[in-house]
């Protein structure tokens, strides 16, 4: 088992310019939530999905910001016209059960998103 | 809203001392779930321990934690610390049944010194 893969690992974009950042979660999970993380704020809730279907998008930036689930095997965060206060890394991580309460999440290693 | 509040950004400590991290946190819901979660550097952050009794001490690879409702606490305790023991602290909230989404702390840092 491979854990949670988040690709890439490290994307540098210019002001304005758009990033999609993937996730694969573990085989068989059932739930899949991005947060973003950064020094400030520590780890931001974005948005999750259970069964594919979304959930709760209540993080999410409304006007730059979006996910889907087009499949049970992978999850895209969408930043259109990237702004420097982007910057963070953004984790992925799937839960085996859908989400429910108290159940473990396993992350991904994140990506670094650095807006110059 | 819901929140978590870890007033400590960085806690450093010489080895062998105590740990003890702060996390405090608000909610409405009674049946709620307290969390801590480390984050090692170059690794993915990965569950600690987890609790929802009120008053009970749930352990974990020599960490320790109590849930008080009374005070809304759940503060991360270990007797002796170690140089591994450096690394990012999370203390996170479930709301209640059915919901998945955790509310995380600003996080803390604790750095071990020889």
């Known amino acids: 088992n491979a854990g949670v893969i988040q690709t890439p690992r490290h994307k540098v974009t210019g002001k304005g310019q758009e990033a999609t950042l993937w996730c694969e979660p573990i085989s068989g999970h059932s739930a899949v939530f991005w947060y973003r993380q950064t020094i400030v704020q520590g780890l931001e809730f974005l948005t999750y999905f259970r069964n594919q279907a979304p959930i709760d998008d209540s993080g999410m930036p409304k006007e730059r910001f979006s996910a889907q689930m087009p499949n049970q095997s992978h999850s895209t965060l969408k930043i259109q016209s990237t702004q420097p206060q982007d910057s963070a890394v953004y984790l992925c991580a799937s839960s085996p059960l859908g989400g429910l309460s108290a159940e473990t999440l396993y992350f991904g290693s994140g990506t670094r998103l650095t807006v110059l | 809203g819901d929140s978590v509040t870890q007033k400590e950004g960085l806690v450093t400590l010489t080895e062998g001392l105590p740990v003890m991290l702060n996390c405090t946190y608000q909610?409405?819901?009674?049946?709620?779930?307290l969390f801590w979660y480390v984050h090692y550097l170059n690794e993915s952050p990965r569950l600690l321990l987890k609790s929802s009794t009120d008053n009970k001490r749930t352990e974990h690879q020599g960490f320790h934690a109590t849930l008080h409702k009374s005070s809304s606490s759940f503060h991360l305790q270990k007797s002796s610390a170690q140089l591994s023991d450096s690394a990012l602290y999370y203390c996170a909230l479930s709301e209640g049944y059915n919901q998945g989404k955790l509310i995380f702390g600003q996080g803390t840092k604790l750095s071990i010194k020889p």
């Open positions: 909610t409405i819901y009674s049946n709620a779930f």
